[in-house]
């Protein structure tokens, strides 16, 4: 019994991944063809329906972490997801006027390739119980120049949509109301852009410490 829930595991897990797999692949093909074609104006609205697709089926991992399906802790995945849906759905899908902005470029290049190499690797050691030393160096090495990229065009695209926010007022509550609860979007984006300060050095050094355990591992293997 226990055997074939191991087979199960590893045969759905083989199948989510090389699915968001494709899917991060197709983002990254769309979004360096629109580059090249027209330009970085366009790059957004060639990759709109994979990116929320792929960056939406992440919601998943948290939910494998929280029935032990793998062994990330949902203290790291929760923030990482987190972000990423807040951006995918709370900027770029909710305020069209940032979609333009060459940041989205860096930003979607940056995902891509970080989750094509990512995705691989874990439905590479899933499927075949194994994947290459080249693969895991890429796993735990590339983050070095694609995290600062990706975290930089997040935060740069929150700033630049903050008029936008403010303007549109969208996914506000005023008061008076039967809740006597209000909330702010503008402000809310804000204390987001608060929160990268500290949190994403954390999760850097976080992942620092994860490439030197994988590794160091690796080698003695």
């Not at 902005?101 to 690797?121: D, G, K, M, N, P």
């Not at 075949?128 to 070095?144: E, I, K, M, Q, V």
Request: glycine share 6%; charged share 15%.
């Amino acid at each position: 019994m226990a055997s074939a829930l191991t087979v199960l595991r590893r045969l759905y897990l083989s199948i989510y991944n090389w699915l968001v797999f494709i899917g991060w692949f197709q983002v990254l093909f769309l979004a360096l063809k629109a580059l090249k074609e027209s330009g970085h104006e366009h790059v957004y609205n060639a990759v709109e329906k994979p990116l929320l697709l792929a960056q939406s089926a992440a919601v998943m991992e948290i939910l494998h972490g929280l029935i032990g399906l793998v062994r990330s802790p949902v203290s790291s995945t929760l923030p990482q997801i987190g972000s990423r849906l807040y951006l995918t759905w709370g900027i770029l899908w909710s305020f069209p006027e940032i979609r333009t902005h060459i940041l989205v470029t860096s930003l979607v290049i940056s995902w891509a390739i970080t989750e094509i190499i990512r995705y691989s690797f874990f439905g590479m050691k899933e499927a075949f119980g194994f994947a290459p030393s080249w693969h895991l160096w890429l796993r735990y090495s590339t983050f070095l120049v694609l995290y600062p990229t990706g975290i930089s065009s997040e935060v740069g695209l929150i700033y630049f949509a903050l008029p936008y926010i403010k303007a549109s007022e969208k996914y506000c509550f005023r008061m008076p109301n039967k809740w006597n609860f209000s909330f702010d979007y503008f402000y809310a984006a804000i204390l987001a852009l608060g929160i990268y300060v500290p949190g994403s050095p954390h999760l850097y050094r976080y992942m620092l410490g994860q490439r030197k355990r994988a590794l160091s591992k690796s080698k003695k293997e």
